[in-house]
């Protein structure tokens, strides 16, 4: 299903909304920002990036692409989505902060939910390759310190395995609006861990606490298993992780030896309201 136009963009210079004109965005102090071919359009100040081309590179998104395409993680999909469906109704405006390739939107639109997305990270190539596949949504290059969105405008934000701004969240959000998080579990890519590592890291302790503004109305595990049979899986799987630059050499060498591959997936869902004015 298509979504919606989404309308509440603002200027990252000052501020104010922004309106669409034929291939560009531009606010009332005449600030204007091209919408590039592919159909996305770049909202990070120069002055605000970390690095010259800061993100995920090409590279890992061609691997979380062909990796993500392939299924393994639908079952994550599936519950966003019916996780999204359980504690909203009728169309939303929906921010996916950090979306990368666009997977997780895709599969979401596709349950027939009506929805007006904006699609929102800081790799280039990331957005670029999410605009290609979905022309109907808005996809903006950005940073979740610095959201383009007009504040209180949004009915749901996502982070998926992202970097949460919990402030910017809350601006941007209306009253009672969701904030859905996936973060890893502790079990999560045990398998592929032990290869790269000589040691795993002791499971963090205690439950993490709730950021300030928002409220816990629904937490989820999900556990499931995936098999990998080829070394080009592999390889996807562990270029679109940090373990890709964590892991030493000797590391990485071992993952590229390895043929087939059985893991662990463990995610934690979790369904946040935003419960102050």
């Not at 965005?25 to 204007?32: M, P, T």
């Not at 402030?167 to 045990?190: C, N, P, S, W």
Request: net charge neutral; proline share 5%; charged share 25%.
């Amino acid at each position: 299903m298509p979504s919606l136009p989404f309308q509440a963009l603002r200027c990252p210079l000052d501020g104010s909304a922004l309106t669409r004109r034929d291939m560009s965005w531009r606010c009332e102090a005449g600030h204007s920002y091209d919408v590039a071919r592919e159909g996305y359009v770049h909202l990070l100040p120069v002055q605000n990036k970390r690095s010259k081309d800061p993100g995920d590179s090409k590279e890992m998104v061609a691997a979380r692409r062909h990796f993500l395409s392939a299924g393994y993680y639908a079952p994550i999909a599936q519950a966003l989505a019916e996780t999204l469906r359980a504690h909203s109704h009728g169309p939303l405006s929906c921010l996916d902060a950090g979306c990368g390739e666009g997977y997780y939107l895709r599969e979401v639109q596709s349950t027939g939910m009506s929805l007006s997305i904006l699609g929102l990270d800081i790799s280039k190539w990331a957005v670029q390759a999410a605009a290609k596949s979905d022309k109907s949504s808005t996809w903006v290059v950005g940073s979740n310190a610095n959201l383009p969105v007009v504040s209180g405008t949004l009915d749901c934000v996502l982070c998926l395995f992202g970097f949460p701004v919990y402030a910017e969240f809350a601006r941007v959000m209306k009253t009672d609006g969701l904030l859905i998080q996936v973060d890893t579990g502790e079990q999560h890519l045990r398998e592929l861990r032990e290869v790269i590592y000589p040691s795993l890291k002791p499971p963090r302790e205690g439950e993490a606490p709730l950021p300030e503004g928002f409220s816990l109305i629904d937490e989820r595990a999900l556990c499931f298993n995936i098999v990998l049979e080829s070394r080009e899986a592999i390889a996807d799987l562990l270029a679109m992780t940090p373990h890709l630059y964590r892991a030493s050499q000797a590391g990485r060498e071992n993952a590229a030896a390895l043929e087939r591959l059985s893991l662990s997936i463990d995610v934690r869902i979790r369904c946040l309201r935003r419960s102050f004015g």
